[in-house]
């Protein structure tokens, strides 16, 4: 995930992933991937709900009558699913691939594009690219666009955000599960996908995503400008800002807001910079030459602690590009043999699942067996790629000769989860959010990349080792390295606003940490992010107070009142009312309707003639939209926000990521 490569039909070897800063493979792209701000897509899909008809004599929704961006060199019509307006200045064509977990990765920033923006300024466009590694993804395409053509746009995103959360389930069962919940009826369906309605239209887009020149996946052109791979928000905004500003220019000289879209695209299409080779290219974007200051620490190694070179390989049991990428390491040991030693640090991805049970077995192993039991482990564990699940793990596990009881309770309780968590952290620290992701003597190399890839580092590093033989020990060499390289960037500080008397919290009430968290009850990333908070709070306890702050977002017509319904139940009952209607909130995103506020209400036992009065009259407002400005005034402009004491954090993140800004604030207040 650190590289912003796409898949691409013509370099399946190397894995893409997002980023952003300097180069584009160097920069930070979050895991889990799993930021925040993302909350408006789930309440604007399905904008309007005029209807047409299509080829078939299958409806579609599109948002009003028919319409044509055809004249554009990437065209898009009533026929493509489509969130936002007709009129918005900015167009984002988005050439995706359901199988693709890079496209599945990105969508949170496609999330927070729409909040950012939300549907005046911006309109998202679906097209189909199926990459051909994925056997899946066509299929899949078919039966997303068969759910448009039935029911139009709202049905299909609804489908579309089903089939990304769950990649590892694409089937023609699922299929049909998704669409029925997507409010398509089930018989017309199967009938569609019978006679192979969706077919053309994919095989359409996947023309104009030829001509548009995006062969990988995700793709995006804004306005017809190119963006590659799964890139942060940043990277989006960057472009969108520029294309509103030469978009509001031209609505002022005349051209007309329809027709913007074929206006803009056909500029920039035309004045694109030309391609380079492929070669050339990659050379660019990847930044092998700067040295990152990755430790070894007490992570698994193959060879020797003299070994002038050291590779550090961040991986993930479940990923199919890790395994890829097996006989190249295969190769390095076999040409380098003491010259060369391999470090394993544990990187499971969000979105695999296994991922994480695997490790814990390769942990055990280690424990049980050393150093070589782990890397016995690391083979048995690719070669059952796919197949983890527990029983595979244990049948692994039988295989090695391991204590089998002491893996299943190392998977079941998760027993080494602070190993991992450690590693996770590092990832972050050198921006090391793809699989597999490699730093030779600290020079990043990113994907599954062929040996002679691996090579040119290896040999040039040798040679840098040999012209300073006699200044440095062997066995100091790496460390030596280590010293002058680069390190972890600082987190981001923002100044941490007074924390109102009256506001519900958490934890000890005059803890020297104080998190302050800027939250939703309609945001799902905020309902996601709530698990990590409780971590928090039961792994430090009284050590930090953790203050809730209101910041229903504009699009969230039902959050104001849902924050107004947790400040009646905090003022009737305290803390305990306000954290209970808060769970039900969030346990009950959908139902967030001012009858479903009294229904809660009176679960918890509140006097309702006091609750509905607080409602009526609006008593908590000022304090909701005190909160909401109070983050504003410093930057927030999205949920789920954290604060800990100042340091920022952003979106729903993992507990390491919490767990490193909290001690560090800890340690400062010592």
């Known amino acids: 995930m ?11 070897d190397v894995r893409p992933s997002p980023s952003e800063g300097g180069g584009v493979n160097t920069g930070v792209a979050i895991i889990g991937f799993l930021l925040c701000f993302l909350a408006g897509g789930a309440v604007m899909w399905g904008y309007d709900s005029h209807r047409m008809k299509t ?39 988005t050439f995706s691939d359901f199988q693709c977990p890079f496209c599945s990765k990105v969508e949170p920033s496609l999330d927070q594009v729409k909040t ?16 051909p590694m994925h056997d899946k993804a066509k299929p899949a395409g078919e039966a997303a666009q068969v759910v448009f053509m039935l029911k139009g746009s709202d049905a299909f995103w609804k489908f579309h955000d089903t089939a990304f959360k769950n990649q590892q389930q694409l089937s023609p069962e699922s299929y049909e599960k998704w669409a029925v919940a997507s409010g398509v009826d089930l018989n017309a369906f199967k009938a569609a996908m019978a006679a192979h309605k969706g077919a053309k239209k994919v095989e359409d887009d996947m023309q104009v995503a030829n001509k548009a020149g995006a062969n990988g996946t995700p793709a995006f052109r804004i306005n017809g400008v190119e963006l590659s791979g799964a890139q942060p928000f940043e990277k989006f905004k960057e472009t969108i800002d520029k294309e509103l500003g030469k978009a509001e ?35 660019e974007k990847e930044d092998t030459k700067t040295v990152w200051r990755v430790p070894v620490a007490n992570s698994p190694v193959y060879g020797k602690a003299d070994a002038p070179v050291t590779i550090i ?19 390095i040991k076999e040409t380098y043999a003491d010259k060369v030693r391999i470090v394993w640090k544990h990187a499971p991805l969000p979105f695999h699942p296994r991922a994480e049970p695997a490790a814990e077995v390769s942990i055990e192993a280690r424990i049980q067996k050393g150093d070589k ?15 983890l699940d527990d029983a595979d793990l244990e049948k692994v596990a039988a295989d090695l000769g391991l204590d089998v009881g002491k893996v299943k309770a190392a998977i079941k309780d998760k027993k080494h989860k602070k190993e991992v968590d450690a590693d996770l952290e590092l990832v972050e620290d050198v921006a090391a959010q793809g699989t597999p992701h490699f730093f030779v003597n600290g020079r990043r190399l990113v994907g599954a990349q062929p040996f002679e890839k691996f090579q040119k580092i290896i040999d040039e590093e040798l040679q840098k080792f040999d012209a300073q033989k006699g200044k440095v020990a062997a066995k100091d060499y790496y460390a030596s390295l280590m010293r002058d390289a680069k390190g972890a960037p600082e987190p981001e500080k923002k100044q941490a606003p007074p924390v109102p008397a009256g506001n519900a919290f958490k934890g000890g009430k005059d803890a020297r940490v104080v998190i302050q968290q800027w939250s939703d009850y309609q945001c799902p990333f905020c309902s996601r992010v709530e698990p990590t908070v409780n971590e928090v709070q039961k792994a430090y306890g009284d050590k930090v107070k953790i203050v809730w702050r209101d910041k229903p977002l504009p699009m969230h017509s039902d959050a104001p009142l849902a924050a107004e319904a947790g400040r009646e139940a905090l003022k009737q009952k305290g803390s305990d009312g306000f954290w209970k209607i808060h769970k039900k909130m969030f346990e009950n995103q959908q139902k967030l309707k001012r009858e479903d506020l009294e229904s809660y209400a009176k679960e918890i036992g509140l006097d309702m003639d006091k609750f509905k009065a607080a409602l009526d009259n609006r008593t908590h ?4 939209e005190a909160d909401d400005k109070a983050g504003t005034d410093i930057g927030i402009s999205g949920t789920p926000a954290f604060l800990i004491n100042g340091y920022y954090i952003s979106g729903a993140q993992p507990f390491p990521k919490f767990k490193k800004l909290i001690d560090r604030a800890m340690a400062e207040g010592k």
């Open 55 to 93: 080829a078939g004599g299958i409806t579609a929704d599109s948002g009003g009558p028919a319409w044509s961006d055809s004249d554009s060199p990437i065209s898009v019509t009533s026929q493509d699913p489509v969130w936002g307006n007709r009129s918005a200045p900015v167009t984002i064509v």
């Open 621 to 624: 407002k000022a304090a909701v």
């Open 249 to 283: 220019a031209k609505v002022k000289a005349g051209t007309p807001k329809d027709k913007i879209y074929v206006a803009m695209s056909s500029e920039n299409f035309k004045n694109a910079p030309a391609k380079k080779g492929e070669d050339e290219e990659e050379g």
């Open 2 to 12: 650190a590289s912003d490569k796409t898949h691409k039909s013509h370099a399946a």
């Open 313 to 331: 390989e961040f991986s993930d049991f479940q990923c199919p590009y890790c395994k890829r990428v097996g006989p190249q390491m295969q190769k």
């Open 373 to 387: 039991g782990f890397w016995d482990a690391h083979d048995k564990l690719f070669e059952s790629q796919p197949k």
């Open 116 to 131: 950012a923006y939300g549907p005046d300024k911006v309109r998202i466009v679906w097209k189909n690219q199926p990459l």
